[in-house]
């Protein structure tokens, strides 16, 4: 398994545990539920989310540096993870634990704005004009959220595991990597046009969109 499966492995563990979470939350939640529980609970839950992913990225860090370097002398920290996670990046303006407090407030409001329709019977309603009960509503607005954390920790992830590697590169004293594109016709003709090239180890383009399956290797 290469260090991508590996932090993917960990990324769907970690996604059914949020699953579970959301399921129980849905259970708990019912049409008469106050605004401010709803807040309080979802905030409570983003902030276990935070935590529980940053050891979720470092375990990933490890693992991609041990996975390539030669003697494993390093041992990450919290700190390693600021870099990744705190610092506004190319995929993302704003720093991960903002982020994360974003969408839970997005999702709170969603969820209200849910209940408050249904309560002054308001639903939405299908393209036959038939209501769509509240509890679908509320599903299909937790399926949304649970797709979009997907993507964020995948995005995440995939910075995660080249840090990692770059750091085992130069570790090792490796001074120059030659870039490797997934050849499989889902390839991006930008990502394709690396492919084979090598650069400078501090001068490794940064990948051009999320879910990029490009890495580099070692080349001298
Ligand atoms: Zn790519």
Redesign the pocket.
């Known amino acids: 398994m290469n260090v991508y499966e590996k932090a993917d492995k960990r990324i769907a563990d970690f996604l059914a545990w949020i699953a579970f979470s959301f399921n129980s939350f849905r259970a708990r939640l019912n049409r008469r539920s106050d605004t401010l529980a709803v807040f309080d609970e979802l905030n409570t839950l983003y902030q276990q989310i935070n935590t529980y992913s940053r050891e979720m990225f470092l375990a990933i860090l490890q693992d991609s540096y041990d996975g390539e370097a030669k003697q494993r002398r390093r041992r990450f920290t919290e700190d390693f993870l600021i870099v990744i996670l705190d610092d506004p990046n190319d995929f993302t303006t704003v720093t991960y634990s903002k982020e994360l407090e974003r969408k839970s407030e997005r999702l709170s409001e969603q969820l209200t704005a849910a209940i408050h329709r249904s309560a002054l019977s308001e639903d939405r309603t299908n393209e036959n004009g038939v209501k769509i009960p509240l509890e679908i509503e509320i599903k299909r607005i937790f399926d949304k959220e649970y797709g979009s954390l997907a993507l964020l920790f995948d995005s995440y992830m995939i910075e995660t595991v080249d840090t990692g590697r770059v750091y085992a590169f130069e570790d090792d004293g490796v001074r120059r990597v030659r870039w490797v594109?997934?050849l499989d016709g889902k390839?991006?003709d930008?990502?394709r046009s690396?492919n084979g090239h090598v650069f400078p180890i501090n001068r490794i383009p940064t990948?051009?969109?999320p879910r990029?399956?490009?890495f580099t290797i070692r080349f001298d």
């Open positions: 594109t997934i390839e991006c930008y990502c690396l990948k051009p969109h990029c399956r490009c």
